[in-house]
């Protein structure tokens, strides 16, 4: 695999594209501070238990739902407000969709990695714009690109100077409702010389699969995450809530909070054999 730069997202050690394989990991949506602040502080034991750098992850509005009567969350400005207060309580770097130019001067004050979603990955307004924060940006592959294509979402954000860029692999669209991932699609986004996030509840969706909602397959998440450690990337990305069936949005492809040690255990594993067999 090629080498990629390093992603610092908080000294010292929260390090994306170094020796250790990160976690990002969180609730689907913002809920209240007490109940996203519970699942930061669960999900940060648990890595600095296993020595994993962990960036919490959680959206405070989704903006792209299925249906306009689907839950979006507290808003752009109290999800803000919440997500500083946990970054800041719980002390974890936290990272989270923007959406709109506007929303940049506030999400940078608030968050530790702005995240471009999969459906604006090729928006020019809003790639400079994340770009010239100078802050770490995780750009989400839109489900309509090849992987070599993401040189070019690359080349918005660094055209500002900005090399701080991970790209994240979240499917790409297989026929109506459902998703594949391709694995030679990590290789060749690594070779671009950035770091590589792969989503693996995100890569179990079925987009807009559950009339009206999008629905999900949780159970192959763990199966594909192993895979994609397999091949060499630097961080897994997985949307975790205590009770998925009662979460406000992508309860199908969630992991259980209960379950997230157990899975993060093995993707270690794997990632100590890998690197053991480059030796």
Known sequence: MATVREIVVREPDCVIGGEKLAIIAGPCLVEDYD???????????????????????ASYDKANRTSVDSERGPGWQRGLEVLARVRDEVDVPVLSDVHEVLQVPLAMQALDVLQVPAFLSRQTDLLVAVGETGKPVNIKKGQFLAPEDMQFSIGKVTSTGNEQVMVTERGITFGYHNLVVDMRG??????LGYPVVFDATHSVQLPSGGYGASSGQREFAPVLARAAVAVGIDAVFMEVHPEPGQAPCDGPNM?????????????????????ALRR
Not at 186 to 191: A, D, N, P
Not at 255 to 275: F, G, Y
């Open 35 to 57: 109940a996203t602040a519970a699942i930061a502080r669960d999900l940060a034991e648990i890595c600095a238990d296993l020595g994993v750098p962990y960036v919490f992850k």
């Open 186 to 191: 990590l290789t060749i986004m690594r070779s």
């Open 255 to 275: 992991i259980p909070l209960a379950d997230a040690r157990a899975m993060i255990e093995q993707l270690l594993a794997v990632h100590r054999a890998v690197r």
